[in-house]
């Protein structure tokens, strides 16, 4: 598990620890969280194990963000609690689509570009944000934009993008989601926020643009 890798999922437990402490918890559950968050730690697993071992000893199924949303209602006894720093699912009625991935996107405008960052709560870097956009809609795609770009299938020209695409750019160093008629997405600079900007991105210095899901929309 890599530092930064562990930061984020220290920040994803925090989160839930702070919400927990504004709620009655049954002492045996709150055992079974601090267990699943220890053990998810020490055994370097990653996000997606952490949620499934909190889902095993509180009793609920799955992994991803629904499930982290199931476990912690679970965990309070009370439906419809929002875990801070963890956005609810975009839902999508079934395989998520490049329209899908547009509009978890924009969920995330004006939240601050931080390096190494994967929280929205207190900032992403690019591929953090869009890794987090994918996670939203149960779609797991790596961490920085070296893996990311050699995920899903390739796109040929920026003329063949449809909204959804990642658009890897400068020999990997950035990456964006394309929202189509020449806009894009992204978390772009320190001090600036995830923003809607024209696609500076052009075919010259583009490294690669990848379909993660179907696509959606009109290029």
């Known amino acids: ?14 989160s839930m620890i702070s919400e927990l402490t504004t709620r009655p918890v049954d002492s045996a559950k709150s055992t079974a969280i601090s267990a699943a968050a220890t053990g998810s730690l020490v055994d370097g697993g990653g996000d997606g194990s952490f949620t499934q071992a909190l889902a095993s000893a509180l009793g609920t199924s799955g992994t991803g963000t629904a499930s982290l949303q ?5 965990l309070t006894g009370i439906s419809g609690t ?33 390096w190494g960052g994967t929280n929205p709560a207190t900032g992403m870097d690019c591929s953090g944000f869009t890794q987090r956009v ?8 790596p961490r920085v934009v070296s893996d990311q770009m050699r995920q899903g299938t390739p796109v040929a020209s ?13 020999g990997g160093n950035h990456i964006s989601i394309y929202l189509g008629n020449g ?11 995830i923003q809607i900007r024209d696609a500076w991105e052009q075919q010259s210095n583009l490294t690669s643009i990848r379909r993660i899901v179907p696509a959606g929309g009109t290029s």
């Not at 199931?70 to 679970?74: A, D, V, Y």
């Open 158 to 170: 920026l003329a063949e993008a449809k909204p959804g695409d990642l658009l890897v750019s400068f």
């Open 1 to 14: 598990m890599s530092m930064t890798e562990a930061i984020g999922r220290m920040q994803s437990i925090q």
């Open 183 to 193: 806009k894009a997405i992204d978390a772009p600079v320190p001090g600036q926020t």
């Open 134 to 141: 994918f996670k939203d809609l149960g779609v797991e795609i």
């Open 70 to 74: 199931e476990s912690l209602n679970s």
């Open 82 to 114: 929002t875990l801070k720093g963890v956005s609810a699912p975009v839902a999508t009625g079934g395989a998520a689509t490049g329209n899908d991935v547009v509009a978890a996107a924009k969920k995330y405008i004006g939240v601050p570009y931080v």
